[in-house]
């Protein structure tokens, strides 16, 4: 059984970065991509952008490029997702997600809540 | 960017109703779309994949279809844990994007 498990709630001041993590288990790690979503309050879903650990590739959302960083560790099974440069409008829950290649979202962690305020 | 239009934005149905949700895109994505749940507070949750197939472990009062541009998904004899907020995807291409969601309540 596939499961991801993502760190904590984070509290960041205006113009900080925040690094959130997604632990994999079960299946093959390394076959699949990861992505990063974010919704933000009462607001729709967002791709953010992905990677497939396997490949190393990396894809990100041309809204976020230069300001988000996603990196894997295979040999922890983890993802992080990086985001700099942070204003209000980025407090939003963000997911990770796995699917077969780098839009597939098939299985997702639980969310972090990260919370940009002064 | 390719665009997704979820239709309608939010809809009343009673226990035992059939609903039907449709999404459409802005260029052809062949089946590469995919349906999920969402209940307030927690994470989504796949239900269906390729635009008609269902993930492992979805009940099969799910169905999808479609494809080329316009998709719809099906909720059959809905049920209290139905009624939640519906999301579509398409994979096609970079960036992957979603349907602004159709918020299914109890009439």
């Known amino acids: 059984q596939v499961q991801l498990v993502q760190s904590g709630a984070e509290v960041r001041k205006p113009g900080s970065s925040v690094k959130v993590s997604c632990k994999a288990s079960?299946?093959?790690?390394?076959?699949?991509?990861i992505s990063w979503v974010r919704q933000a309050p009462g607001q729709g879903l967002e791709w953010m952008g992905g990677?497939?650990?396997?490949?190393?590739?990396?894809n990100y959302a041309q809204k976020f490029q230069g300001r988000v960083t996603i990196t894997a560790d295979k040999s922890t099974s983890t993802t992080y997702m990086d985001l700099s440069s942070l204003i209000s409008e980025d407090t939003a829950v963000y997911y990770c997600a796995r699917g077969a290649g780098m839009g597939r979202l098939d299985y997702w962690g639980q969310g972090t809540l990260v919370t940009v305020s002064s | 960017d390719i665009q997704m239009t979820q239709s309608p934005s939010s809809l009343s149905a009673s226990v035992g109703d059939r609903v039907t949700i449709t999404c459409r895109t802005s260029q052809d994505i062949s089946n590469d779309l995919a349906w999920f749940q969402q209940k307030p507070g927690k994470a989504p949750k796949s239900l269906i994949h390729a635009a008609s197939s269902l993930q492992s472990g979805v009940p099969s009062k799910f169905s999808g279809s479609g494809s080329g541009t316009v998709f719809t998904l099906t909720i059959s004899n809905m049920q209290s844990e139905d009624f939640a907020t519906y999301y579509c995807q398409q994979y096609n291409s970079n960036p992957p994007t979603f349907g602004q969601g159709t918020k299914v309540e109890i009439k």
């Open positions: 990677v497939v650990p396997i490949f190393g590739t990396v």
């Open positions: 079960g299946g093959t790690f390394r076959s699949y991509g």
